[in-house]
């Protein structure tokens, strides 16, 4: 399995001084550990091809990050430069699975990189991908502090029903992590090399498009939040100080 983490971002809602401000993954939380640091430990538990990390602001403070904390895994990992990473994340998308091959990669799993994700995410796609199926999942999870300006689901049993941020959030469930398995992978792929991929500004409008033609979306039910994305300074100081996320054992 591969893995695409967008790492471009600015992380403009944080409201933090530019000259000051580290690239949005570089944000330190619990145990004066990164965003990114945690989940790269989370995800190198496994047995993972390649890490592919799309960067953008201040990229060079990543890449030496990333390959000062992990120099004995650092042929795992493949940095790409998004030259416009302060537009949509469509382009980070675009980056980041244009070193996808269609013929020889069949398991991709894309994450953002301002995101916290526990072991348990990563131990899930790794069963998801055993069993070859040829899919899209999207891991989500019912919760109580999903926020209207966030990405939600709307599902039936194990299918999705509508993706998108205009979905009441009493009636939805939240979205983490995607993985794209086989025929799943050739249909996003597809889309992307597409001329429609210009109507797109999110990688979740893209499946939201893919399954309005037919195509079956999975929902991964994680039961628990197991991730949190770092978007505004109320996550980062949750994230920092919250007793309830020990990621010592959970992230």
């Not at 000051?20 to 993972?48: A, F, M, Q, R, Y």
Request: proline share 2%; hydrophobic share 40%; glycine share 6%.
């Amino acid at each position: 399995m591969k893995v695409i983490i967008l790492a471009a971002g600015i992380g403009k809602r944080l409201d933090i001084d530019e000259e000051d401000k580290p690239p949005k993954c570089l944000l330190k939380v619990k145990n004066n550990e990164s965003v990114l640091g945690l989940t790269l430990k989370n995800i190198l538990l496994n047995e993972i091809e390649k890490i592919v990390i799309v960067t953008g602001f201040k990229h060079a403070l990543v890449e030496e990050y990333v390959l000062s904390q992990h120099f004995d895994n650092a042929d795992k990992f493949e940095f790409v430069f998004n030259p416009a990473f302060n537009e949509t994340i469509i382009h980070s998308v675009k980056h980041g699975f244009s070193n996808i091959c269609k013929e020889k990669d069949r398991h991709v799993l894309l994450i953002n990189g301002d995101t916290l994700f526990s072991k348990h995410t990563f131990k899930k796609a790794f069963e998801i991908c055993r069993r070859n199926d040829s899919s899209i999942t999207i891991f989500g999870c019912v919760t109580h502090d999903i926020h209207q300006d966030d990405v939600k689901l709307l599902t039936h049993n194990n299918l999705i029903d509508q993706v998108g941020k205009n979905i009441e959030i009493a009636n939805s469930v939240s979205s983490g992590a995607i993985l794209f398995c086989n025929a799943g992978l050739d249909k996003y792929l597809e889309t992307l090399e597409s001329g429609l991929i210009n109507n797109f500004r999110t990688h979740h409008q893209i499946i939201e498009f893919i399954r309005q033609t037919g195509y079956k979306v999975y929902f991964n039910d994680n039961g628990v939040r197991d991730w949190l994305e770092i978007d505004t300074k109320e996550n980062l100081l949750f994230a920092t100080l919250s007793p309830l996320l020990d990621y010592s054992d959970n992230f």
